[in-house]
Nanobody, 115 residues
Framework: QAQLVESGGGLVQPGGSLRLSCAASITIFSLYTVGWYRQAPGKQRELVATISRSGSTNYADSVKGRFTISRDNAKKTLHLQMSSLKPEDTAVYYC?????????WGQGTQVTVSS
């Protein structure tokens, strides 16, 4: 059974930085597009960033220039470096592996941006 485990969330002040990580126990991790999504209270889950197996990246407009997604296929890990954090970035962040037969999701890690 595939498993995605996120870590690195927490409380940070506006303007601060956090680095999220996702460890994947999944075969052939390198073949999938993987990404980060987030869900704020009372809102729908939304895409934050994705990275394809070739390394192409895609970001939500709201995080462009502030967040950087990266992957380490050898270690089967996914990262999200978040800088210049804003209160509106507060959400539960989820790791995602996109598959044609159904995505894998992690349990999520809470990020709270507050003074």
């Amino acid at each position: 059974q595939a498993q995605l485990v996120e870590s690195g969330g927490g409380l940070v002040q506006p303007g601060g930085s956090l680095r999220l990580s996702c460890a994947a126990s999944i075969t052939i991790f390198s073949l999938y597009t993987v990404g980060w999504y987030r869900q704020a209270p009372g809102k729908q889950r939304e895409l934050v960033a994705t990275i394809s197996r070739s390394g192409s990246t895609n970001y939500a407009d709201s995080v462009k220039g502030r967040f950087t997604i990266s992957r380490d296929n050898a270690k089967k890990t996914l990262h999200l470096q978040m800088s210049s954090l804003k209160p509106e970035d507060t959400a539960v962040y989820y790791c995602n592996v996109a598959r044609s037969i159904g995505d894998y999701w992690g349990q999520g890690t809470q990020v709270t941006v507050s003074s």
